[in-house]
């Protein structure tokens, strides 16, 4: 009911999203229709990756969406938890798969779309957890990868349903900001709670610089020091931006993330010297997320929360029917409903306080954010 609430409210906020034109947006993730997408690869290369999938093995392949052909694309297993799951289960191969398609041949794309990632939506029977997340943060005008459901075969076998999500990386950049030349984050690990721990960027492990390799990484430090230091955000944060980003994420009871124990399956991008938030992996919103287990005192983090966990970026057929004999589908979405009822910590998520398994001063993003008066009553009204 809320979530119906908030699709219905949003459009009334007539919030803008900056973009700029891009043909892979519509041409391959095509909203209207369920995308068939047909992977052909050597048997030997799919019997490799089948035998030994938590290798992540790249091998070549050609992929054909919507009846047009790329060559030589690289293929490969993906995924972190939800891949090693799979594996554990023994009885499926219903992986969630990455393709690469300037892998081999530099400069290659598909309609300017250079990678691909197809979720097998892990842990969510629905379907619809990530889907309907990444809707809800388009509509609150938040640059959000291209989506959309994609049905896939490999070698002529059917593989079931996924979800497909654009990477986010230099082309979703160049859709999604008038300067794609900024420094981009995918924070896992140490330093990925953003709290400060010295001036010296390599004390900050895991904040994973994914752009511009020779960056002094100065603005993230600036950023770090003003969220955690009492500086001024506003010179350092698009803070509209992230009020609304934070106000659907804590909608959508997304707590595998930075408002969660793990701190991590978020992007950060820099564009001038001003931090935007970018929303991913949302296979656990709606509450499917059980850990960390509502809010904690000041200071007590779950113990090893600093390990990374290196989630890696967690991308057309009309009347697609199931077919009579798929892959076991156990490790992609169709997995025992009683294990994903929500607990009551999440169905009473806080909204004043909007963290689970942690304290908000140990997320120094948000408590800069919803210490400011003026901007909680912006977060509220979002």
């Known amino acids: 009911m809320i979530f119906i609430a908030v699709m219905y409210i949003v459009p009334l906020l007539q919030v803008e999203k900056a973009t700029k034109g891009s043909t892979y947006a519509t041409s391959v993730f095509n909203q209207s229709k369920v995308t068939k997408v047909d992977i052909t690869l050597a048997d030997d290369d799919l019997d490799s990756i089948l035998d030994n999938p938590s290798e992540k093995e790249i091998v070549n392949a050609d992929v054909t969406i919507n009846g047009e052909t790329v060559?030589?694309?690289?293929?490969?297993t993906k995924g972190n938890l939800s891949l090693n799951s799979v594996v554990q289960m023994g009885d499926s191969e219903r992986y969630s798969w990455k393709i690469d398609f300037d892998y081999y041949q530099e400069d290659q794309d598909l309609h300017g779309l250079k990678k691909l990632a197809l979720n097998n939506n892990y842990s969510d029977p629905t379907f619809m957890r990530e889907y309907l997340s990444y809707e809800l943060m388009e509509k609150m005008g938040i640059a959000t990868p291209g989506h959309s459901y994609m049905y896939v075969t490999i070698n002529g076998k059917e593989w079931?349903?996924?979800?497909?999500v654009e990477a986010i990386e230099e082309?979703?950049?160049?859709?999604?900001?008038?300067?794609?030349?900024?420094?981009?984050?995918?924070?896992?690990g140490t330093g990925s709670d953003l709290k400060w721990i010295s001036e010296d960027i390599d004390d900050y492990t895991g904040l994973n610089l994914k752009t511009n390799d020779h960056s002094d990484q100065s603005a993230m430090i600036h950023m770090l020091d003003a969220i955690n230091n009492g500086g001024n955000i506003e010179e350092v944060l698009d803070v509209d931006e992230m009020l609304r980003y934070f106000a659907a994420n804590t909608a959508l009871v997304n707590l595998d993330h930075y408002q969660g124990d793990k701190k991590h399956n978020y992007y950060l991008y820099e564009e001038n010297g001003v931090f935007s938030i970018l929303p991913w992996d949302y296979n656990m919103s709606f509450g499917g997320y059980s850990g960390g287990g509502g809010r904690r005192a000041e200071g007590t983090d779950q113990k090893n929360e600093d390990e990374a966990t290196a989630k890696d970026g967690n991308a057309e057929q009309d009347d697609m029917k199931l077919p009579e004999e798929a892959p076991n589908m156990n490790g992609g979405g169709m997995m025992d409903m009683s294990s994903n009822f929500m607990n009551e910590s999440n169905i009473n998520f806080s909204i004043t306080e909007p963290v689970s398994g942690t304290?908000?001063?140990?997320?120094?993003?948000?408590?800069?954010?919803?210490?400011?008066?003026?901007?909680?009553?912006?977060?509220?009204g979002y």
């Open 71 to 76: 060559k030589n694309v690289g293929f490969r």
């Open 160 to 164: 079931g349903l996924y979800l497909g």
């Open 359 to 380: 304290a908000l001063e140990d997320r120094p993003l948000l408590n800069a954010l919803l210490s400011n008066d003026e901007y909680r009553e912006k977060y509220y």
């Open 171 to 188: 082309t979703f950049l160049n859709t999604n900001f008038a300067d794609a030349t900024g420094d981009l984050y995918y924070p896992d």
